[in-house]
């Protein structure tokens, strides 16, 4: 029950992007149209959920050697080189939206969101209905950083859908571009504020 209820606060309550604004960059740069924005969210959401594990793991190695002060940095590194494997495989396997996502594909290295599900994991006690606050161990940090992604995801695939029909009607001159889309952007942090009562 305790992993439902870490999927549904780290997709709907906590959204990284929509509660916490982590990842704001490629949410705005990217969900200009749908398709980029659904390759987007993928290759987010395995380089979250993997870099998640992998930095879980090197944390209990860090303690162990007790140089926890290098733990940014170490992420980081960790990060660059997954965004970079996930970068040769998309040129491999899927050219056009390798070159669809275009720059955005190597700001993932430099997204925060990535890092902030990385470091929340590994530093943040968290209790669910009254429970004893507690680290995550190696099985709840994944569904975390994968539900986290996906709420990711999702937010941005909703945004996009938006931007994609807001682009269809006739909008102030005042408001064209960056300013319909941070009203937009607004009016679905205040949509998914909606579900904060759900999940403590």
């Known amino acids: 029950m305790e992993y439902f209820f870490i999927i549904v606060s780290a997709i709907f309550v906590n959204n990284i992007l929509l509660s916490q604004f982590l990842g704001v960059c490629p949410f705005l740069g990217v969900s200009s149209k749908l398709d980029t924005a659904v390759g ?29 002060y290098l733990q940014t940095i170490v ?12 970068e040769i495989v998309l040129k491999k396997i899927s050219p056009a939206l390798y070159s669809a996502l275009g720059i955005f594909l ?4 430099t997204n925060c969101a990535v890092l902030g599900v990385a470091l929340n994991v590994v530093t ?16 709840e940090a994944t569904v975390y950083a994968f539900a986290t992604s996906l709420g990711y ?15 269809l009607n006739q909008v102030p001159a005042a408001f064209k571009g960056v300013p319909i889309a941070l009203v937009t952007a607004g009016l ?13």
């Open 106 to 109: 190597p700001l993932i290295t």
């Open 188 to 200: 679905l942090a205040l949509a998914f504020m909606g579900f904060s009562g759900m999940v403590y």
């Open 40 to 68: 987007m969210s993928g290759a987010v959401c395995f380089v979250i959920t993997l870099a998640t594990v992998v930095t879980f793991l090197l944390n209990k190695l860090l303690l162990l050697f007790e140089i926890t």
């Open 124 to 139: 943040k006690e968290f209790s669910f209905f009254g429970g004893q606050p507690h680290l995550f161990n190696l099985a």
């Open 75 to 86: 992420f980081i590194l960790v990060i660059a080189a997954l965004v970079q494997m996930v």
């Open 153 to 167: 995801g999702l937010a941005m695939i909703i945004f996009a859908g938006l931007r994609e029909h807001l682009s």
